[in-house]
């Protein structure tokens, strides 16, 4: 089934829509189920989005708009009481229930926001993702999980020291955009660290095989694929992900890393 999404990884980071890629990959875990619909969905709620900008032009007014359309019309939140239940990381799902995950939710912000020409993107906090939105000099920080809120400095500043451990200097906080691609594994890494955790090593396995599928040159995403496969006693396809990783990975003590895995596995 990864050949439905194998056109994910033939795109430039810049042409994925972020919406659109994460309910395909959703889609492959409810066969028969129409996706037209939900495409259609997330066309009219851009629509409503585009009718409500009227004049917003700085950060904090365009999400101001994305909080209104997105959760107070719409009811998109974070699932605070089943937060871990996978269902959560499935776009399928989280349109149905308009509930998610940080990463799920923001995937929705950024998606909607870029469709009407906003500047938008998933911020790389680990634990808990973020939305960054409006014109680089007047841009805000939102919080899709918790209705879109405002993230303000010190509130980011705080963050990042319990998510860091304390290892966040004082001064202005400045936070890493993530790719399209980063912001798909992230979607991904949510759904094979859940499977993972309740003994469901053939779920987590797919999932992974979805991931290098989609995003072809994750390095960690093949490593945990041949993981998977070796201990499920799949060793050729653990020596054919190894030899992929070993093919976009230029770090010297990696490729020594690697080839080491791929040595190990010669008598095997």
């Given at each position: 089934?990864t050949?439905?999404?194998?056109?994910?990884?033939?795109?430039?980071?810049?042409?994925i829509e972020?919406d659109?890629?994460a309910?395909?990959l959703?889609?492959?875990?409810?066969?028969?189920?129409?996706l037209?619909?939900?495409?259609?969905?997330?066309?009219?709620?851009a629509?409503?989005l585009?009718?409500?900008a009227?004049?917003?032009?700085s950060?904090a007014?365009?999400?101001a708009v994305l909080?209104?359309?997105?959760?107070a019309r719409?009811?998109f939140?974070g699932?605070?009481?089943?937060?871990?239940a996978?269902?959560?990381?499935?776009?399928?799902?989280?349109?149905?229930r308009r509930?998610?995950?940080?990463?799920?939710?923001?995937?929705l912000y950024?998606a909607?926001?870029?469709?009407?020409g906003?500047?938008?993107?998933?911020?790389?906090?680990?634990?808990h993702?973020l939305?960054?939105?409006?014109p680089?000099?007047?841009?805000?920080?939102?919080?899709?999980?918790?209705?879109?809120?405002?993230v303000?400095?010190e509130?980011?500043a705080?963050?990042?020291?319990r998510?860091?451990?304390?290892?966040v200097?004082d001064?202005?906080?400045?936070?890493?955009?993530?790719?399209?691609?980063?912001?798909?594994?992230r979607?991904?890494l949510?759904?094979?660290s859940?499977?993972?955790q309740?003994?469901?090593?053939?779920?987590?396995?797919t999932?992974?095989?979805?991931?290098v599928?989609a995003?072809?040159?994750?390095g960690q995403?093949?490593?945990d694929?041949a993981?998977?496969?070796?201990?499920a006693?799949r060793?050729?396809?653990?020596?054919?992900?190894l030899?992929?990783?070993?093919?976009?990975?230029r770090?010297?003590?990696?490729?020594a890393h690697?080839?080491?895995a791929?040595e190990a596995?010669s008598?095997?």
């Amino acid at each position: 089934m990864t050949d439905m999404i194998a056109h994910l990884g033939l795109l430039d980071d810049e042409e994925i829509e972020l919406d659109l890629a994460a309910l395909e990959l959703s889609g492959l875990d409810h066969d028969g189920v129409d996706l037209d619909p939900y495409v259609a969905s997330l066309d009219g709620i851009a629509e409503e989005l585009g009718e409500a900008a009227g004049d917003a032009t700085s950060g904090a007014e365009q999400a101001a708009v994305l909080a209104e359309v997105l959760f107070a019309r719409h009811g998109f939140t974070g699932d605070k009481a089943t937060y871990d239940a996978p269902l959560n990381a499935d776009m399928i799902r989280v349109l149905d229930r308009r509930q998610g995950l940080p990463v799920s939710l923001s995937i929705l912000y950024v998606a909607m926001a870029r469709r009407i020409g906003w500047s938008a993107d998933a911020l790389n906090i680990p634990g808990h993702v973020l939305v960054r939105v409006g014109p680089v000099e007047e841009s805000v920080v939102v919080d899709p999980f918790h209705d879109g809120m405002v993230v303000g400095a010190e509130a980011l500043a705080n963050l990042l020291r319990r998510t860091l451990g304390g290892k966040v200097e004082d001064g202005p906080m400045r936070v890493e955009a993530m790719s399209n691609r980063e912001v798909l594994v992230r979607l991904l890494l949510n759904q094979a660290s859940r499977a993972e955790q309740s003994g469901d090593t053939t779920r987590a396995l797919t999932i992974y095989e979805r991931m290098v599928a989609a995003v072809p040159s994750n390095g960690q995403g093949w490593w945990d694929l041949a993981r998977l496969q070796l201990a499920a006693g799949r060793v050729e396809d653990a020596r054919v992900s190894l030899s992929a990783m070993l093919e976009i990975t230029r770090d010297g003590d990696s490729r020594a890393h690697v080839s080491a895995a791929l040595e190990a596995l010669s008598g095997r």
